[in-house]
């Protein structure tokens, strides 16, 4: 089945919305549920889900851990497509 159907389905939202209350609570407090379910997109490119229950257990048993790895692979990505003027405001320099 597509991730995207996955998504759109009324349990996994609802999935989403606990884990990311729960992660937020206990450890990462800037959390919000677009950043878990982007941390899930990626996670589900590579581990294939078949049915609703893989979708919920997967999400559920997410660890903080995970959704930061995700984010700071996705912020190496972007940075290394940013050109050194996008990082002038960084370094105190003007931006051109």
């Given at each position: ?22 992660l ?18 990626g ?32 912020a ?21």
């Amino acid at each position: 089945m597509d991730t995207r159907k996955f998504l759109d389905d009324k349990y996994v939202k609802l999935a989403i919305a606990l884990k990311a209350n729960q992660l937020k609570r206990e450890q990462l407090s800037s959390l919000t549920y677009q950043l878990v379910e982007s941390a899930l997109i990626g996670k589900w490119k590579y581990d294939r889900i078949d049915t609703l229950h893989d979708a919920v257990n997967d999400i559920l048993n997410l660890t903080a851990n995970e959704v930061v790895a995700y984010l700071s692979n996705e912020a190496i990505i972007m940075g290394s497509k940013m050109k050194i003027n996008d990082f002038q405001d960084l370094f105190g320099g003007e931006k051109r």
